[in-house]
Structures are given as C-alpha cells and as structure tokens.
C-alpha cells in the first residue's frame, strides 16, 4: 500500500465504532421518544436499577465515561419525573445513592423493552455469536479505557 495512501475510512476502527456508536444511539433515542427518555438518562436509569441498594453518582460518571457535573443533571431530571431519589448512603453520609422508584421500575421495564427492539432493528442480521464475540470485544476495550 502506498504510504501517502494510509487506511481508507472503512477500515478504520475508530471511525466505524463512532459511525456504528451514533447510529445505534439515534435508533434507541427514536425508539425511547414514547417514554420521554434519552439514551443517558436512560442508561443511568439501568444503572440505578441493576443496583437495588443504590448506585454512587460517581460510580455512575466513570461507568458512563461522563464528568459527574453531567451525572447530576441526569439524575435531577430522573428524579423531577419521579423514577428515582437520591438516598443517603450508610456506609458514608457525604454520599448520594440513586435508587430507582417504583416508577422508575415500571418505566425501566417499558425501555428496556423499547431497546432491545430498536438493538434487534440494528443487530438483527448478525448471528448471535457474532453479536456476543462483539459485545466480549468491547467490554474489553470499555474496561482498558
């Protein structure tokens, strides 16, 4: 390959993961619209309820790779709607845990129904050991990071 050359555009991995990252985005976004949810409240709303005990809002930032001045926004605009609180946390006052309400549950339950819709209308071409070697990959990838 000549060196003035390089790699071309569809080969390259960062931009094939920012191309395929957006337009999985903008398909759950569009398929969350009913519900009046984004993809980061949205996943902050996962977050919350995979951990019925609570989950720190710090812990929150460096999961989703966000500064946690971002976090307090999306958590206050979960908590206007009703679908989670902030409690104290017993092993350190100081701290904020998000919980997920009742409401919170329930909607948790249509979204995550809504997405894994709008994830079939992505992925659903792909046999399923590609999407779980995909998934593996960039688990690995997300942790190194």
Do not use: W
């Not at 609570?54 to 989703?64: I, S």
């Not at 001045?69 to 679908?83: K, N, P, T, W």
């Amino acid at each position: 390959m000549n060196q003035s050359q390089g790699v071309r555009l569809m080969d390259d991995l960062g931009f094939l993961l920012s191309r395929a990252g957006g337009l999985v985005a903008g398909a759950v976004n569009k398929a969350l619209v009913p519900i009046g949810l984004k993809v980061r409240p949205y996943s902050v709303l996962v977050l919350a309820g995979e951990n019925p005990a609570g989950v720190n809002q710090r812990a929150v930032a460096l999961t989703m790779g966000l500064d946690p001045s971002q976090i307090v926004a999306l958590v206050d605009e979960l908590e206007g709607r009703g679908l989670v609180e902030r409690i104290a946390d017993r092993a350190d006052r100081r701290n904020k845990l998000i919980v997920t309400t009742e409401a919170g549950n329930r909607l948790l339950d249509e979204a995550r129904a809504l997405v894994a819709e709008a994830h079939r209308k992505c992925f659903g071409d792909l046999p399923e050991q590609v999407l779980d070697d995909l998934r593996e990959a960039l688990r690995v990838l997300v942790s190194a990071g």
